[in-house]
């Protein structure tokens, strides 16, 4: 009892934090433009009478949010000039809101139909700004945290601002439009975002003391691998990087100057190239970074004391800590742990991943659910569920801890599998089960409410529940897990993991579907979430052997 007053209290003063309330914001900041620019958008598009050729040229901006950890080490190495003094972080943050919030106004003034040309570019600008955004609020996020403010309150509460941001740009801002016109829609989401762009001024800042001058220069210190090993690894990660860069660029030139007919898909390229996107950045500079790991504890390999003096390229050593140090770090940190984080990363959101492209397939057509069924269920009441979820797993961080409520959360995301296959079987469980609680009962005293629209929701209503607290979890714990000098690199690389396994399950679990039906494919994920719990528990015991206490991030490090 002692120890759940103490957490309430933990949480209550959390809560409370200026941190916490610029989280907030910054939250809200992050999943208003992701709304705007990958839903609400299309909607403008088709009523100004934008022909489905020409709009498929949008779906390009999704690529910025998908690839956005290529330009990660910029925002960790780089300064903005006459902007440094609002901090490390914000100086990305607050231009990029600014920046949005003036996108969002410029597109208020435009007529899609009239101006296609440069409502496309300002869409493409403000996705690009919206991603950056998000790469510098995670890193801010990861780097302010402290006792008072722990990362699993500001994880929570930043998903928790995503969310509500997302129903106020997504179905809402529908609602809205109908009522008022999408100009002036587009114009007050502008404003928010300008007005939020203005308080972030007054948001603090964690900042590292050592210079990027200091920092190249600490590269040719005694203990440091020599240079022609640097450079040797450099050259391979550098080459990746560049066939990467110029992969998707040259995509998007492709893309944007092709006739419609010829134009590329961007989803077979996301399905095709983006894993090997991942491999070519993450997957093999890993491999390159545990290889120099293993060279530095040879003296041969590494500057000697009388040598200090001993080569360089400054341009060379910078782009070596923009690429290679956060890995090296990461990699000499967590040693062979490195393989168990991976596949945890790996598996813990596939279920998120790889579901969303079916679900509304299976709601509309499987199960033979009207738009409006579906909206009312999955966007309004799905969203306060994740909301609440998301509270709750805010709670549970507090009172149990977070591999306790990360494992807890995998179990949660697994199980509730089965509910969907409740539905495909015909939903006699969740119908009883709504009936049983009242829910269906209430459901039938609202215009258009169904027994059938009440097993819907209570089923989407218990699964949104579950990834609500799993989401807290593990944003929480992969924050943890990443030191603060390189959290920028480190969160992005880990995050973009998601991309790998979702792109690649999808294609294999449509094709399961088209072959054994969505029962036997709801068990079946529900088993490869068990894969999910079994490596939660192996985390807690590693987390646990290395004496490590819930709520305390990874060390810091010079950046």
């Given at each position: 009892m002692k120890r759940q007053t103490g957490s309430w209290l933990q949480l209550v003063r959390a809560l409370g934090q200026r941190k916490t309330g610029f989280m907030a914001l910054f939250g809200f900041a992050s999943g208003l433009p992701f709304a705007l620019f990958l839903g609400t958008l299309y909607a403008w598009l088709s009523e100004a009478g934008v022909d489905l050729e020409t709009m498929g040229v949008f779906s390009l901006i999704g690529l910025a949010y998908a690839f956005q950890f290529l330009w990660s080490p910029v925002l960790d190495r780089v300064n903005?000039?006459?902007?440094?003094?609002?901090?490390?972080?914000?100086?990305?943050?607050?231009?990029?809101?600014?920046?949005?919030?003036?996108?969002?106004?410029?597109?208020?003034?435009?007529?899609?139909?009239?101006?296609?040309?440069?409502?496309?570019?300002?869409?493409?600008?403000?996705?690009?700004?919206?991603?950056?955004?998000?790469?510098?609020?995670?890193?801010?996020?990861?780097?302010?945290?402290?006792?008072?403010?722990?990362?699993?309150?500001?994880?929570?509460?930043?998903?928790?601002?995503?969310?509500?941001?997302?129903?106020?740009?997504?179905?809402?801002?529908l609602i809205i439009a109908a009522r008022i016109g999408w100009p002036q829609t587009y114009l007050t989401m502008g404003a928010i975002l300008l007005a939020i762009g203005v308080a972030g001024l007054f948001a603090p800042d964690a900042d590292g003391s050592r210079t990027i001058d200091q920092a190249g220069a600490a590269m040719r210190e005694v203990g440091q691998l020599v240079p022609r090993v640097r450079n040797l690894a450099l050259a391979a990660v550098g080459l990746l990087w560049v066939w990467a860069l110029g992969t998707v660029g040259w995509f998007m030139i492709r893309s944007m100057t092709a006739i419609p007919e010829n134009r590329p898909d961007p989803t077979a390229f996301t399905a095709t190239f983006g894993p090997l996107i991942v491999v070519a950045t993450i997957v093999l500079p890993a491999l390159i970074a545990a290889w120099l790991v293993r060279l530095q504890r040879n003296p041969r390999f590494v500057v000697q004391a009388g040598a200090e003096e001993i080569g360089g390229n400054?341009?060379?050593?910078?782009?070596?800590?923009?690429?290679?140090?956060?890995?090296?770090?990461?990699?000499?940190?967590?040693?062979?742990?490195?393989?168990?984080?991976?596949?945890?990363?790996?598996?813990?959101?596939?279920?998120?991943?790889?579901?969303?492209?079916?679900?509304?397939?299976?709601?509309?057509?499987?199960?033979?659910?009207?738009?409006?069924?579906?909206?009312?269920?999955?966007?309004?009441?799905?969203v306060g569920a994740i909301v609440l979820?998301?509270?709750?797993?805010?709670?549970?961080?507090?009172?149990?801890?977070?591999?306790?409520?990360?494992?807890?959360?995998?179990?949660?995301?697994?199980?509730?599998?089965?509910?969907?296959?409740?539905?495909?079987?015909?939903?006699?469980?969740?119908?009883a089960v709504s009936n049983a609680t009242g829910f269906t009962w209430a459901v039938l005293q609202f215009p258009g409410g169904s027994e059938r629209l009440a097993r819907l929701m209570i089923t989407i209503g218990m699964e949104n529940l579950a990834v609500g607290i799993a989401g807290a979890a593990y944003v929480a714990w992969l924050s943890s897990i990443v030191a603060k000098g390189y959290s920028a690199v480190q969160y992005a690389l880990l995050a973009s993991l998601t991309l790998l396994v979702g792109t690649l399950g999808r294609g294999a679990l449509g094709q399961m579907i088209e072959q054994r039906g969505y029962y036997e494919v709801f068990v079946f994920v529900t088993w490869i979430g068990g894969i999910a719990v079994v490596l939660c528990l192996l985390e807690w015991a590693r987390e646990a052997r290395a004496g490590r206490r819930s709520g305390v991030v990874a060390p810091e490090t010079s950046a």
């Open positions: 903005i000039p006459g902007l440094r003094r609002l901090g490390k972080r914000k100086q990305w943050i607050v231009p990029a809101q600014v920046l949005l919030g003036a996108i969002l106004v410029l597109m208020a003034g435009l007529d899609p139909a009239a101006a296609l040309g440069w409502f496309s570019l300002l869409a493409a600008i403000g996705a690009f700004a919206s991603a950056t955004q998000d790469i510098a609020i995670n890193a801010w996020r990861i780097d302010i945290a402290d006792e008072d403010a722990s990362i699993e309150v500001l994880s929570t509460v930043y998903q928790m601002g995503f969310r509500l941001a997302s129903l106020v740009g997504g179905a809402l801002g400054a341009a060379a050593d910078h782009l070596y800590r923009a690429l290679l140090v956060p890995l090296v770090e990461f990699v000499g940190r967590m040693g062979w742990s490195l393989v168990l984080i991976l596949a945890l990363v790996l598996t813990y959101r596939i279920c998120d991943a790889i579901w969303g492209t079916f679900a509304y397939p299976f709601y509309l057509g499987e199960l033979q659910y009207t738009n409006d069924e579906v909206a009312v269920a999955s966007k309004f009441f799905g979820g998301l509270a709750l797993g805010g709670w549970l961080l507090t009172v149990l801890g977070r591999m306790p409520t990360l494992t807890l959360g995998a179990v949660l995301a697994a199980a509730t599998n089965l509910l969907y296959a409740d539905l495909a079987a015909g939903g006699a469980r969740m119908q």
